[in-house]
């Protein structure tokens, strides 16, 4: 079933409009059109009637748009996931941007699971401890631009997340990783020396600080699914950087922006007017 989402931020206030077909069964025909029917719909016991036509129940044909509005107190000043400062801030990421993996609702289970999102299955524990975990990825994700999502893209997501100068609220993905947290306050100089590797190019490693040893998939599907481990696009970011790099203005207008997440940005007016649209092409992202 086809869906998509718009958000909208009314005046001081934030509107989130969701946009889903919904769809419903084919009607089934009870008696012709020509016949005569008696009380409640029966047909007239001396007509002839058509036989029930069957429905595949498992088959839902798009219906109307339905259209839900929810007003919120807060609007969203950034699609930059270092920069996210509030509750409405962060949900709005985990539409606009892809992270390795999603925690969703599940009706069947009237509960939360996780899913991978730009990640091809769980992470692989490499040597059994606990320390050293590897993440597949998806082959076919890409950015709103054709931009394939790789692992480069993860490892430069990661670093911008922890980089010094910028000085990320949300980096605490740097306290996981090796060396992460001291790269962050500049104790560590040299990326290289980072528990985040490029294995090749659609395989991660993350490589945790001795503190988390030994870790497991679910701990560290959550700590992947925080919105500081949000994937950026590598050369609108760069575009971004002031002079000195320390300060980036990634995500604050639309023309700032390049998502990569199941929806896009199809309008944005700042503190008035955000909508955004479930992306049909190009990824093979979960299906809101």
């Not at 008696?31 to 002839?48: H, L, Y």
């Not at 490029?198 to 991660?204: C, Y």
């Not at 560290?220 to 971004?240: I, K, Q, R, T, Y």
Request: charged share 25%; with cysteine.
């Amino acid at each position: 079933m086809k869906k998509s989402l718009s958000i909208i931020a009314l005046l001081l206030v934030a509107v989130m409009l969701l946009v889903s077909c919904g769809g419903g069964d084919k009607p089934v025909e009870t008696a012709d059109p020509g016949t005569e029917t008696t009380e409640a719909g029966e047909a007239d016991p001396g007509t002839e009637t058509d036989a029930p036509e069957e429905v595949d129940p498992e088959v839902e044909e798009p219906g109307e748009p339905v259209t839900l509005r929810l007003a919120v107190t807060q609007s969203v000043t950034t699609f930059n996931p270092n920069t996210a400062e509030h509750a409405v801030e962060y949900e709005n990421q985990k539409w606009v941007n892809a992270n390795l993996y999603k925690r969703i609702y599940d009706e069947e289970l009237q509960d939360g699971r996780w899913e991978p999102e730009a990640a091809d299955g769980e992470p692989i524990d490499v040597n059994g401890d606990g320390k050293t975990w590897n993440v597949n990825l998806k082959q076919d994700i890409f950015f709103e631009d054709g931009t394939p999502i790789d692992a480069n893209v993860v490892e430069y997501s990661m670093k911008m997340a922890l980089d010094p100068k910028l000085a990320s609220r949300n980096s605490s993905i740097g306290g996981l990783l090796e060396n992460g947290d001291a790269y962050l306050t500049g104790e560590v100089e040299n990326w290289e020396d980072v528990g985040c590797k490029v294995v090749d190019e659609f395989t991660i490693q993350f490589i945790l600080d001795d503190s988390y040893v030994p870790y497991n998939a679910g701990a560290l599907m959550l700590d992947l699914n925080h919105v500081g481990a949000g994937l950026v696009h590598p050369e609108m970011f760069e575009s971004c950087f002031n002079e000195d790099r320390s300060e980036n203005t990634y995500g604050t207008t639309v023309d700032r922006f390049v998502a990569g997440g199941a929806y896009t940005v199809s309008n944005y007016i700042d503190g008035q007017y955000l909508e955004l649209t479930k992306r049909e092409e190009g990824n093979s992202l979960i299906d809101y």
